[in-house]
């Protein structure tokens, strides 16, 4: 749950956020009361290789390209050997004499091989990125569960809110969160809302506001451009206020609905559920128009 500071004030999870914007009653059972599982078994068991499969994906494209500048490097130091062999240059009317041709031979047949396999894993390499959710082209500067990029976590006592995103790119010198949900299979409302607490925490610890964010939903790691914008922050702090009223005694705002209710884990111990079967709701609200 929230960590209370010695000063009595909350910090927030991203996740609490995103998880309290669905149903205040329900956060408070599962992460307050400890009524339940913040998340069920075998969903985080599930949750956890996938995203260890991403992660994975990730960095296969990497180590691609650490082979490329490995043959790169190849490439240079052949030129560079076959020109110290040769100090005093060779006289152009010796040019094309056998042994020369030889040797010219295969340096083009080097060159052309190595120039080859750098095309064959940069392809590859583009394809694992694509696969992760990544334009090719994309700096990353950190990744959830990566062997080669660190993960970030920021915690801020100025804000009372805390988060670790999956992933940081860099886009023409801004600092972007991405948020990967692999069971996801459309976009909610609880991803909008952790996704712009991230948004709030690089600002502060990056130095510049991000105008946008990234969701990467379902096993196709869908990519959605969520924006960073003044009504999607407005409606953020609400939630965030409202958390921190619970947390400090006030009283739950329930918003029950037949078909949410039937879903959550924790009906048995809520005296807000639905028992009325009715129409799906929609997450349409302002955080993810």
């Not at 929230?2 to 669905?22: L, M, N, Q, W």
């Not at 994906?57 to 082979?67: A, Y």
């Not at 094309?96 to 940069?122: D, E, K, M, P, Y």
């Not at 039937?262 to 111990?269: E, I, N, Q, S």
Request: proline share 5%; net charge positive.
């Amino acid at each position: 749950m929230a960590t209370t500071r010695p000063d009595g004030k909350h910090i927030v999870a991203a996740g609490e956020v995103g998880a309290f914007s669905v149903c205040a009653q329900a956060w408070k059972l599962k992460w307050v009361d400890k009524q339940g599982a913040a998340f069920a078994l075998d969903e985080k068991t599930l949750g956890k290789k996938l995203h260890r499969d991403w992660s994975r994906v990730f960095d296969e494209s990497l180590e691609l390209g650490q082979w490329i500048r490995y043959v790169a490097v190849l490439i240079c130091t052949a030129l560079v050997v076959f020109i110290l062999l040769n100090p005093q240059g060779i006289p152009f009317e010796k040019f094309w004499t056998l042994s020369i041709r030889n040797h010219v031979l295969q340096l083009v047949l080097l060159v052309g091989a190595a120039l080859l396999v750098i095309r064959s894993f940069s392809r590859a390499a583009g394809k694992r990125r694509r696969e992760s959710g990544f334009e090719p082209a994309s700096v990353t500067v950190s990744i959830e569960g990566s062997t080669f990029l660190a993960e970030r976590e920021y915690i801020s006592e100025a804000q009372g809110l805390a988060g670790k995103p999956d992933a940081l790119i860099e886009e023409d010198g801004f600092i972007i969160p991405v948020e990967r949900k692999p069971l996801a299979k459309k976009l909610r409302d609880r991803y909008v809302a952790q996704l712009l607490v991230y948004l709030r925490l690089v600002e502060e610890f990056e130095g510049k506001r991000p105008p946008h964010g990234y969701l990467l939903i379902g096993p196709t790691c869908r990519r959605i451009r969520v924006e960073n914008t003044e009504a999607k922050q407005r409606w953020l702090q609400a939630l965030i206020d409202q958390m921190r009223a619970l947390l400090d005694g006030g009283d739950v705002r329930a918003s029950p609905h037949p078909i949410k209710c039937a879903k959550c884990d924790v009906k048995h111990r809520c005296a807000f559920r639905a028992d009325v079967r009715a129409p799906a709701p929609t997450e349409e609200g302002e955080g993810s128009s």
